[in-house]
């Protein structure tokens, strides 16, 4: 519960005023029976009217004071758990932005939205309640159950047997619902994840034509959620009837041992009025304890969500290193790495190779190979924990991941846009907007030509994720942003995969004649791209299965001979 000492150190003030506030109402609930009894048992049966008119106006008075304190301690209430739920919102973001890629495979983003919305509200409501009534009660109960026993030891026997089961009601029903609510709040986020699986398959799945299918799942998710909702709330609906019962039977208890008392002359109507008043003031505060109590089961649930998500793996550290060098080579020396949550074989195994300023290196091979791989290693999404990668002769694991990311432009092989204007999108990695650049990045990237055929040309809007574009436009313009990046490594992830060959050398030639000399990684399924390189690196399964130039890799490298013959046609 680490968080809610945090954000209440925040608003310690308003906090502290807002229990004040509940204190003193609760004085004033408390000191109406009191008045009450003597306005009977003085005013109306001695027939004072001038006494029943003055303890009259003092009740009002404290009805209204505690009218007042109440109206303050809502407004507090309101403020407070918004803001609370604004900030811890705020923090899961930020949270989020510093996931390592550990982290963001662990917990799926149907369920970080959930987190970040309905376990939030969640955790806000309880805020809100807790300083509304949550000292209030048990200040209420508590003062009612001393004012009765003073009012009648004997009769606070009932009372005390009636708090007793009572007591034991709320443990049990406590235990019933948190596994409930925990499992209602895994529910919302299967929910979510298949809404959001469809949302992103959405061509695919009409294109298959598996809407039934789609029904099917949702419907299966919908259900269990229904149930389990359900199943939480009948908890609540067993266990409150049964504490007013037992309330309510003990009111019974105490009027008719009232009126055998009275008979006797033991007590007097006012008193027995009084108690049955603090009887019921102690009734509606134990409903309200239970309601925190569920409440606050409800909220554990949900705190341990997005605590999970704070506590999550954070990536590596990054210094205030912004610094951009002006040219880098690259090396992997015996790599070995296995996805974290993958299938436990290596992706990479001793892989080493080596490009040096300048120097255009393509590597090839099958899918699966682990190509990609390679590329996110460069950027230190993971940490290699055998062998190591180097960007100037420097180890990566000592250098800041905002410098490594900033001195490597990354085209990855499945390009993504973003909703705004093309212009937006390419300067999306510039350190600062540049026009000039902007405009030299595209048509290097060969989409100079198909951007000013669009109606607002560079202006004009892309939906989410480019879906008013080809996937070859698509890959220029993920292109032409690592371009205007203009880092000294240039990765490009297979996308000049939907090119037409004319494009793709096009782009190729454009890459080599750039002013400044890049670094250029590019991965590629295609010989004919490949073999322009000034060296090539065959991939396969991991391992390094060929490492040259074109011309020595045909006389020397079977893989890179085959996939030469396959592609070029050399035997057929
Ligand atoms: P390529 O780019 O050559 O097609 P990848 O580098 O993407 O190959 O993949 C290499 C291997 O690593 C594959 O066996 C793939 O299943 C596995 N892999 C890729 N990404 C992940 C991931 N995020 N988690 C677990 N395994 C992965
Ligand atoms: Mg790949």
Redesign the pocket.
């Known amino acids: 519960m680490n968080i809610y000492r945090k954000y209440f150190k925040k608003y310690r003030v308003m906090f502290l005023t807002a229990v004040s506030c509940v204190f003193f109402e609760a004085i004033c609930d408390l000191l109406q029976p009191a008045i009450m009894s003597r306005i009977i048992d003085n005013g109306i049966k001695n027939s004072r009217v001038d006494s029943v008119l003055k303890l009259g106006l003092l009740m009002l008075i404290i009805t209204l004071c505690g009218a007042g304190f109440a109206a303050t301690r809502n407004i507090l209430a309101s403020k407070v758990s918004q803001r609370f739920g604004a900030d811890l919102r705020y923090d899961v973001f930020s949270k989020i932005m510093k996931f390592s890629?550990e982290s963001v495979?662990k917990i799926e983003s149907g369920s970080l939205i959930t987190r970040m919305t309905n376990d939030t509200s969640q955790i806000m409501q309880f805020v809100n309640g807790m300083m509304r009534i949550f000292f209030k009660a048990p200040l209420t109960c508590m003062g009612s159950i001393i004012l009765a026993v003073i009012l009648s030891p004997f009769m606070s026997i009932v009372l005390f047997c009636a708090i007793a089961i009572i007591a034991i009601l709320i443990v049990i029903s406590m235990k019933m619902s948190y596994s409930r609510f925990a499992k209602v709040q895994t529910a919302i986020d299967r929910l979510n994840t298949t809404v959001q699986e469809y949302l992103l398959g959405i061509r695919l799945v009409k294109a298959f034509g598996r809407f039934s299918d789609e029904e099917e799942k949702f419907s299966a998710v919908n259900t269990d959620l229904f149930q389990k909702s359900v199943s939480s709330q009948l908890v609540v609906s067993y266990f409150s009837p049964l504490m007013s019962l037992t309330i309510s039977t003990g009111i019974a208890l105490i009027i008719y041992l009232g009126s055998i008392l009275f008979g006797k002359g033991y007590i007097e109507v006012g008193k027995v009025a009084a108690f049955i008043n603090y009887m019921m003031q102690i009734l509606t505060s134990l409903i309200m304890i239970t309601n925190i109590f569920n409440t606050f089961i409800r909220t554990k649930a949900s705190t341990q969500r997005v605590v999970e998500v704070l506590e999550s793996q954070e990536d590596f550290s990054g210094f205030d290193n912004e610094e951009v060098i002006s040219e880098s080579s690259l090396e992997f020396k015996n790599v070995t790495f296995a996805?974290p949550?993958?299938?436990g074989?290596p992706?990479l195994k001793n892989l080493s190779f080596r490009v040096n300023e300048g120097e255009t290196l393509a590597i090839i091979?099958?899918?699966?190979?682990?190509?990609?791989?390679?590329a996110w290693l460069c950027l230190r999404f993971y940490d290699v924990p055998e062998g190591s990668i180097y960007i100037n002769d420097k180890d990566i694991r000592e250098l800041a991941t905002n410098y490594i990311r900033n001195n490597i432009a990354l085209a990855p092989?499945k390009s993504m846009l973003f909703t705004g204007t093309v212009f937006d999108n390419i300067v999306w990695g510039m350190q600062e907007e540049n026009s000039e650049k902007m405009l030299n990045a595209a048509k290097q990237a060969q989409a100079d030509e198909f951007v000013q055929k669009m109606s607002n040309g560079y202006d004009s809007l892309l939906g989410q994720n480019g879906v008013n574009l080809s996937g070859g436009q698509k890959q220029r313009l993920s292109i032409a942003r690592a371009l205007a990046k203009d880092s000294p490594i240039m990765i490009l992830?297979?996308c000049t995969s939907a090119l037409d060959a004319v494009t793709e050398a096009k782009v190729r030639r454009a890459l080599r004649d750039t002013e400044a000399k890049k670094t250029i990684i590019m991965?590629t399924q295609r010989i004919g791209t490949a073999m322009t390189a000034d060296k090539i690196l065959v991939?396969d399964n991991?391992i390094n299965a060929g490492f040259g130039s074109h011309k020595e890799l045909l006389s020397t490298c079977k893989t890179y001979r085959e996939i030469y013959d396959s592609q070029i046609g050399g035997d057929l």
């Open positions: 890629e495979d996805y949550d993958g299938s074989l992706a091979g099958p899918t699966g190979s682990g190509k990609s791989t390679v092989q992830d297979d991965i991939m991991g």
